[in-house]
């Protein structure tokens, strides 16, 4: 039987990467199994002795505690029970991990491959139906955004695809296995694919993580690999490529999208009615800024951010983030305003101590998963939605707890 939990678990684990990217809503459903298949193991003793890094899982679970305090002084019960509810996986996916069977390198690899394969059939999937509305309409804006991305957020599908370009970096450049020509051409295929997928899907913040994301990997593999002269032409060759889209690409959505957020970045009489992602963002951090000084230590509760940040909203007449009830669009905010220095703390932490052990470990694919959750979580509250923490809970938990090897 315990030969049959084991199996039952690589594969659970293994679904939950395959519908990450393209159905959602079974995720929690697989959850929810896989949850039922640790409890029915048993023997919890043992495997929590033989548990790995239960510091940092105790830090999940710390974090998920303070939302629930943060409970006792919220007044908007109904939205702090809906909160918890999405953070839910913050208690469930470390432990469950941590006292579980650890799985081999190539089952690990498996996993993240039928990630990767999910992500590659969501943006083929996405491109079929973009052209169908295209040979409708005419109308070339249909390839991009919103209407490129309908299963998700444009955000979240950009951070998945981000992540699947970081595993194919990784197979290319960082694997100790023998690689046939013909695997290396499919992977960089894939990878091309999948960038022009971010650009496709006008993600700002996507696009960002994925240019900086490419030159620290190029930097840090010539400099292990001494391979000087294949570096910098790989570098080059980005450059070029990088110049070549800013010059080509002037009539299309990314582009105008970029060019409007630059002139709001640096304009100082903003329309204070604008729902412009940009202004939006700078409004609201000044908004969340004013209540969380207000309320420091605590916190306005998990329940009463979005109340309380409509009613600074209103004072400070934002009239387009009322009219949208936007939240802070920054996560390490939204967690300040919600649960004061304690929450953020907290949440620091949660990066920083996986981070230190990931640097540790040389876990070069947990280094860029912190690296593109950071610099999502300064423009996106990005774990206040279940395909957020979905995301993030599940590659933290099985990147520290499910390889049974470095």
């Given at each position: 039987?315990?030969?049959?939990?084991?199996?039952?678990?690589?594969?659970?684990?293994?679904?939950?990467?395959a519908?990450?990217?393209?159905?959602?809503?079974?995720?929690?459903?697989?959850?929810?199994?896989?949850?039922?298949?640790?409890?029915?193991?048993?023997?919890?003793?043992?495997?929590?002795?033989?548990?790995?890094?239960?510091?940092?899982?105790?830090?999940?679970?710390?974090?998920?505690?303070?939302?629930?305090?943060?409970?006792?002084?919220?007044?908007?019960?109904?939205?702090?029970?809906?909160?918890?509810?999405?953070?839910?996986s913050?208690?469930?996916?470390?432990?469950?991990?941590?006292?579980?069977?650890?799985?081999?390198?190539?089952?690990?690899?498996?996993?993240?491959?039928?990630f990767?394969?999910?992500?590659?059939?969501?943006?083929?999937?996405?491109?079929?139906?973009c052209?169908?509305?295209?040979?409708?309409?005419?109308?070339?804006?249909?390839?991009?955004?919103?209407?490129?991305?309908?299963?998700?957020?444009?955000?979240?599908?950009?951070?998945?695809?981000?992540?699947?370009?970081?595993?194919?970096?990784?197979?290319?450049?960082?694997?100790?296995?023998?690689?046939?020509f013909?695997?290396?051409?499919?992977?960089?295929?894939?990878?091309?694919l999948?960038?022009?997928?971010?650009?496709?899907?006008?993600?700002?913040?996507g696009?960002?993580?994925?240019?900086?994301?490419l030159?620290?990997?190029?930097?840090?593999?010539?400099?292990?690999?001494?391979?000087?002269?294949?570096?910098?032409?790989?570098?080059t060759?980005?450059?070029?490529?990088?110049?070549?889209?800013?010059?080509?690409?002037?009539?299309?959505?990314?582009?105008?999208?970029?060019?409007?957020?630059?002139?709001?970045?640096?304009?100082?009489?903003?329309?204070?009615?604008?729902?412009?992602?940009?202004?939006?963002?700078?409004?609201?951090?000044?908004?969340?800024?004013?209540?969380?000084?207000?309320?420091?230590i605590?916190?306005v509760?998990?329940?009463?951010?979005?109340?309380?940040?409509?009613?600074?909203?209103?004072?400070?007449?934002?009239?387009?983030?009322?009219?949208?009830?936007?939240?802070?669009?920054?996560?390490?905010?939204?967690?300040?305003?919600?649960l004061?220095?304690?929450?953020?703390?907290?949440?620091?932490?949660?990066?920083?101590?996986?981070l230190?052990w990931?640097?540790?470990?040389r876990?070069?694919?947990?280094?860029?998963?912190?690296?593109?959750?950071?610099?999502?979580?300064?423009?996106e509250?990005?774990?206040?939605?279940?395909?957020?923490?979905?995301?993030?809970?599940?590659?933290v938990?099985?990147?520290i707890?499910?390889?049974?090897?470095?």
């Amino acid at each position: 039987m315990r030969f049959s939990f084991e199996k039952n678990h690589f594969y659970l684990t293994g679904a939950i990467a395959a519908f990450l990217p393209v159905f959602q809503n079974l995720v929690p459903i697989t959850i929810a199994v896989l949850f039922l298949n640790w409890l029915v193991q048993g023997r919890f003793k043992t495997r929590f002795q033989q548990a790995r890094n239960l510091r940092i899982a105790g830090l999940f679970g710390m974090f998920y505690l303070v939302h629930i305090i943060g409970m006792i002084y919220s007044e908007n019960l109904q939205h702090g029970l809906f909160d918890l509810q999405v953070k839910l996986s913050f208690l469930i996916l470390p432990i469950i991990y941590a006292t579980s069977h650890r799985f081999t390198s190539r089952e690990l690899h498996l996993i993240m491959r039928a990630f990767t394969l999910s992500v590659i059939l969501a943006i083929l999937y996405s491109l079929v139906d973009c052209h169908f509305e295209f040979i409708e309409h005419n109308n070339w804006l249909l390839y991009y955004g919103s209407n490129f991305s309908k299963h998700m957020h444009l955000g979240y599908f950009a951070l998945h695809i981000n992540l699947a370009i970081a595993f194919v970096l990784h197979e290319l450049l960082f694997s100790n296995k023998a690689t046939s020509f013909i695997m290396r051409l499919v992977l960089a295929l894939a990878l091309l694919l999948m960038m022009i997928a971010i650009f496709l899907s006008t993600s700002k913040i996507g696009l960002i993580s994925l240019v900086l994301m490419l030159l620290g990997v190029l930097f840090f593999w010539t400099a292990k690999s001494k391979k000087w002269i294949h570096g910098i032409l790989l570098l080059t060759l980005l450059f070029a490529g990088m110049a070549t889209v800013y010059n080509t690409t002037a009539r299309t959505a990314t582009y105008q999208r970029f060019e409007l957020a630059l002139k709001n970045l640096f304009k100082s009489d903003l329309d204070k009615s604008s729902v412009e992602s940009t202004t939006t963002r700078k409004f609201a951090w000044q908004a969340a800024w004013q209540v969380f000084s207000d309320n420091p230590i605590l916190g306005v509760g998990t329940g009463d951010v979005k109340d309380c940040l409509v009613e600074q909203y209103e004072a400070m007449g934002y009239s387009g983030l009322v009219e949208k009830r936007f939240n802070p669009h920054n996560q390490f905010i939204q967690t300040a305003v919600a649960l004061g220095l304690m929450g953020l703390t907290l949440l620091v932490l949660i990066v920083l101590n996986p981070l230190e052990w990931a640097i540790r470990q040389r876990n070069i694919l947990m280094i860029l998963l912190l690296f593109l959750f950071t610099l999502y979580a300064f423009t996106e509250s990005v774990i206040e939605r279940q395909a957020g923490v979905l995301f993030t809970v599940y590659f933290v938990s099985i990147f520290i707890w499910g390889e049974n090897s470095k």
